[in-house]
């Protein structure tokens, strides 16, 4: 049986691995990115010749329209959603007090608006079929916080609270959402670090290094695989760090 799947944020990092991960003869995918439609195309051809059908969407998956748009796509491309990961995000590194509103409401659209916004239209088309499984990739810094990404741990930990409670009220409809807690992982997200500050930072971290985009992969496909009653979890993936 084939399995239809939305990755958000999946033009490079974190998204892309998880998509060629999940990537198979009988699987169907759509990618999406906001900023980087060329790394898009790049990761969509990568797929294509691995999976059955790839599809590519350049949006904004804090704006509801945008998202609306995808899953009529999604929809009318594979007839239903069984897999959703919300992985879209980003990250601001700075002193609370020097935060614009501007910059707040950004944030907020996009790492928590953008897990209603795919969630709602994904879980209409899941309950109708009684089934779906859903992912969020969140962070260690929503269930400790982290000094100088105030905004960014506040977002993270709605996104944790956000699926606990959506796994409660979707698991009599055979739904299952559960979220990975992410540590370090090398990505562009940690750019503004130094080659030094990296080093640093490897140093605090039990295992000794970053973990690698392919491992959260791993994971969420080992989540995927697992029995059903696995809801409602926020997996701290951080190589023991906190």
């Given at each position: 049986?084939?399995?239809?799947?939305?990755?958000t944020?999946?033009?490079?990092?974190?998204?892309?691995?998880?998509?060629?991960?999940?990537?198979?003869?009988?699987?169907?995918?759509?990618?999406?990115?906001?900023?980087?439609?060329?790394?898009?195309?790049?990761?969509?051809?990568?797929?294509?010749?691995i999976?059955?059908?790839?599809?590519?969407f350049?949006?904004?998956?804090g704006?509801?329209e945008?998202?609306?748009?995808?899953?009529?796509?999604?929809?009318?491309?594979?007839?239903?959603?069984?897999?959703?990961?919300?992985?879209?995000?980003?990250?601001?590194?700075g002193?609370?007090?020097?935060?614009?509103?501007?910059?707040?409401?950004?944030?907020?659209?996009?790492n928590?608006?953008?897990?209603?916004?795919?969630?709602?239209?994904?879980?209409?088309d899941?309950?109708?079929?009684?089934e779906g499984?859903?992912?969020?990739?969140?962070?260690?810094?929503?269930?400790?916080?982290?000094?100088?990404?105030?905004?960014?741990?506040?977002?993270?930990?709605?996104?944790?609270?956000f699926?606990?409670?959506?796994?409660?009220?979707?698991?009599?409809?055979n739904?299952?959402?559960n979220?990975i807690?992410c540590?370090?992982?090398?990505?562009?997200?940690?750019?503004?670090?130094s080659?030094?500050e990296?080093e640093?930072?490897?140093?605090?971290?039990?295992?000794?290094?970053?973990?690698?985009?392919?491992?959260?992969?791993?994971?969420?496909?080992?989540?995927?695989?697992?029995?059903?009653?696995?809801?409602?979890?926020?997996?701290?993936?951080d190589?023991?760090?906190?």
């Open positions: 049986m084939s399995r239809n799947i939305i990755i944020g999946a033009s490079r990092g974190i998204g892309k691995a998880i998509a060629k991960n999940l990537a198979g003869p009988d699987t169907n995918i759509l990618i999406s990115s906001f900023h980087n439609s060329s790394l898009l195309e790049e990761t969509k051809k990568e797929l294509s010749c999976s059955n059908k790839v599809i590519s350049t949006g904004d998956m704006n509801y945008d998202v609306e748009k995808m899953f009529d796509l999604a929809l009318k491309e594979f007839g239903s959603v069984d897999v959703l990961i919300n992985n879209a995000g980003i990250s601001m590194v002193l609370f007090q020097d935060m614009s509103y501007k910059e707040w409401q950004e944030i907020l659209n996009t928590l608006g953008s897990v209603y916004n795919c969630c709602h239209f994904a879980v209409n899941m309950i109708k079929r009684h499984k859903i992912i969020n990739i969140s962070s260690v810094w929503g269930l400790y916080g982290a000094s100088c990404e105030v905004a960014y741990s506040a977002t993270k930990g709605g996104v944790d609270a699926t606990k409670a959506l796994a409660k009220e979707l698991a009599p409809s739904i299952q959402v979220a807690a540590g370090a992982i090398d990505t562009e997200m940690n750019g503004h670090l080659k030094e990296l640093e930072l490897a140093l605090e971290i039990p295992e000794g290094r970053l973990g690698d985009p392919s491992e959260v992969a791993e994971l969420v496909r080992k989540i995927l695989e697992s029995p059903s009653y696995l809801t409602g979890q926020i997996i701290q993936f190589g023991g760090w906190i």
